[in-house]
């Protein structure tokens, strides 16, 4: 296409040149006709391109791959009896307040009583000759199932135990760790984040291990006890542990995203986003120091004049649009063949409409986190007595970084849009945006997940997504080039308000669904390599 622009481009300038030798109006409209007519010829190329895309663009279709190894999957039926017992082991482990306050302020007694849960109701995993089991930092808890070929690399599943403060004045409509099952949902902290993983995977592989099942692909499972407030003793300790035994994996599975139902607008069917890259995070103190005095002589800017002045200006000019130079612009081209037109036609087209899209999608604040660096002022403090002009006056912003950009970069936004010398800056704490791990048809880790996926749920599109929050999984980048963030938890619209909010809840019937679902990922794991992509067969 820009080779015919650059030919038209050609033809317009030779015809002006050949314009200069006259002169008239008879010229200048001859002039304005061909530029007309050229502008409207590259309209309608691009119309029919954009159109051809439309009908043809589907990102899915190189992913065709069939003929899978075949393997003797030990069948994922859960009677009745199995049915209760899972249950009730999951809501055991709602009831115990796994709170992470802050880094110094854990409930330990609760983690204690969680290890004891664990033992008692996943009795094979704890005593297989199969599974190798260790207490990492007190709390957290390294598992390792060697398996048969020890040419196939390791991969690894984590979770975490640890949950956010919850109070029941809040607004709950059950107490929050009373696991109180309504209208088939049973509701708690840690239902959806994140206990329904940590019990879901002991629960599918003690039932694995009670009907035989060995891996040929070893194994390890990580449950972290801090991750709320950092994973620095639980996941990073881990970590460590790993390294000194010289652990490479082929991949990493954590929690992160999930499959939406009816939360995307417009979109046909449910689709499950596998979180393929997180963004950073930094915490910025903004502060200005003025000399103290009394209120009745106050000077023409205060300390908290000053700094709101300074804030109004960040919230006023927010980071840059960058969508489409991270991989959240793969997430909709996935996603682009299960919309109706008009916004098929939109998103299969992305080189055309990126910015137009970029414009929508910042009205909303659900929808602008995955746009842009996202800029938060959560804490603004000053001042002791209201007769006293404080001296010192400071900001907290919380920044959520786009994996387009770095923690440095976004300093130096900031000092630009702030611009004024006497607000000094600070960085508290922060972190570059998470590598993007590998998506495609020759990934192990993403086609075998989204295999396990699709044969569970054929309903559904997968497609690779961006975490807007920070999982365990960062802490472990030196371990594995593919980290992915996802489990099938089911949310639907009003659902994402319950992460570290109230009424937080998952259906009986999604949480069996997380135990099969890992209870044949595992065994997916098994095969040595991926088919060999473009052959028939059905999408995956």
């Given amino acids: 296409m820009s080779s015919c622009i650059n030919t038209l481009c050609v033809c317009v300038y030779c015809q002006i040149v050949k314009m200069t030798d006259r002169s008239g109006e008879c010229n200048i409209m001859k002039l304005v006709k061909i530029v007309s007519l050229s502008l409207l010829f590259v309209v309608i190329v691009c119309f029919v391109a954009a159109t051809l895309r439309t009908l043809t663009f589907d990102v899915n279709s190189g992913l065709q791959l069939a003929h899978w190894e075949k393997t003797n999957n030990i069948a994922s039926d859960i009677n009745q009896h199995q049915r209760k017992e899972l249950l009730a082991n999951f809501r055991e482990a709602i009831q115990i307040p796994t709170v992470s306050t802050s880094k110094t302020q854990l409930n330990i007694t609760a983690l204690g009583e969680f290890d004891s849960l664990l033992r008692r109701v996943f009795p094979t995993v704890f005593s297989s000759h199969l599974v190798q089991h260790e207490v990492v930092a007190n709390y957290s808890h390294l598992f390792w199932v060697p398996g048969s070929d020890l040419a196939l690399v390791p991969y690894m599943l984590l979770a975490h135990i640890d949950v956010v403060p919850a109070d029941e004045n809040d607004g709950w409509e059950v107490p929050p760790f009373s696991a109180k099952e309504i209208d088939g949902f049973i509701y708690g902290r840690g239902t959806i984040d994140n206990k329904q993983s940590v019990m879901g995977i002991l629960q599918a592989l003690e039932y694995l291990l009670i009907r035989g099942y060995s891996p040929q692909r070893g194994f390890f499972i990580g449950l972290g006890h801090d991750e709320e407030v950092g994973g620095l003793q639980g996941a990073m300790n881990i970590v460590k542990v790993l390294k000194r035994k010289g652990v490479q994996l082929a991949f990493i599975l954590d929690e992160g995203l999930a499959v939406l139902d009816g939360v995307i607008s417009g979109l046909q069917g449910p689709a499950a986003l596998i979180g393929i890259s997180e963004k950073g995070q930094a915490t910025v103190k903004l502060s200005v120091f003025k000399a103290p005095g009394h209120s009745s002589m106050p000077p023409r800017e205060s300390s908290i004049g000053i700094l709101a002045g300074a804030v109004k200006r960040l919230e006023d000019n927010p980071m840059p649009i960058l969508f489409g130079e991270g991989p959240e612009r793969r997430t909709f081209e996935h996603l682009a063949h299960r919309f109706g037109l008009p916004i098929k036609f939109v998103m299969s087209n992305m080189w055309l409409f990126s910015p137009l899209i970029g414009r929508v999608m910042e009205r909303s604040p659900d929808t602008n986190a995955f746009l842009r660096t996202t800029t938060a002022v959560t804490m603004f403090n000053s001042g002791v007595k209201v007769n006293i002009l404080p001296s010192l006056a400071e900001a907290y912003v919380n920044l959520r970084i786009h994996p387009a950009q770095t923690v440095e970069e976004v300093l130096e936004f900031i000092q630009s849009t702030v611009g004024d010398e006497r607000v000094k800056m600070e960085l508290v704490n922060g972190f570059d945006p998470l ?96 088919p060999s992509p473009h052959s028939a067969g059905h999408e995956l």
């Fill in 435 to 530: 590598p993007v791990s590998s998506y495609d048809e020759t990934s192990f880790g993403f086609q075998t997940i989204k295999k396990t996926l699709l044969d569970q749920f054929p309903q559904v599109t997968v497609a690779p997504g961006v975490c807007i929050g920070n999982t365990d999984s960062r802490h472990y980048t030196d371990l594995a080039k593919d980290i992915y963030r996802f489990a099938p938890t089911w949310i639907r619209p009003g659902d994402t308000q319950r992460f570290h909010g109230i009424n937080e809840r998952i259906s009986k019937k999604n949480y069996e669904e997380l135990v099969v679902f890992y209870f044949n990922l595992i065994q997916n794991c098994d095969i040595k390599e991926l």
